[in-house]
């Protein structure tokens, strides 16, 4: 019996398209959310991993929309080839199935997951530091503060919740609660811009 093509596939925000991913590709199930890619805590990642079975193939567009650092990638690929999966991304075309060990194309994904890793922490970097200066002049970036010091405190906590829920419960984006839960929403409240 064949095992199902099954298809993961995962933008960052609601603005971003999903059409470009896994076009073309026959699947009988596909896994679609949007929401950050920083960690695995992640409700239709983790249904779709639970769906999987083996001889089933997960079909995922490039390395950087399953993880976004090289332990949650390594340890996903590991669980799923050791139940008798196969996981496919079909940007890179490299195919793991825990039967063909090929060194090198696991040396390919760990130089790939490495430099997502390394340039998602440079984005972050950049992100604070383009704040941090801002601040220093007076400015305050993008739409006035919604949240109190408090409010981003407990959202911090509730890594676990969804974006949504958190978004329609504390009455903003989507985007904010990304934001706070990346580190790049400011924790103290803006300083008033200078005349001049």
Do not use: W
């Amino acid at each position: 019996m064949t095992g199902h093509s099954v298809g993961y596939i995962r933008v960052s925000s609601t603005d971003q398209h999903t059409d470009r991913q896994l076009d073309g590709i026959t699947l009988d199930r596909t896994f679609t959310e949007q929401i950050s890619g920083k960690d695995r805590q992640r409700p239709l990642l983790t249904e779709c991993l639970a769906y999987l079975r083996q001889g089933d193939t997960l079909h995922v567009h490039s390395i950087d929309r399953l993880a976004r650092n090289l332990m949650d990638l390594q340890q996903i690929i590991d669980t799923l080839t050791g139940r008798g999966v196969a996981v496919r991304f079909e940007k890179e075309q490299l195919v793991f199935d825990g039967a063909t060990g090929n060194p090198m194309q696991r040396l390919m994904l760990q130089m790939l997951g490495a430099f997502a890793e390394f340039e998602r922490s440079m984005i972050r970097e950049r992100q604070r530091e383009g704040i941090a200066a801002a601040q220093k002049k007076g400015r305050h970036l993008g739409a006035p503060r919604q949240l109190s010091d408090d409010q981003v405190t407990e959202i911090t906590a509730r890594a676990t919740d969804r974006a949504s829920a958190l978004a329609a419960e504390y009455g903003v984006s989507r985007q904010t609660i990304y934001n706070i839960r990346n580190g790049v929403y400011a924790t103290t409240a803006p300083v008033a811009a200078k005349r001049v």
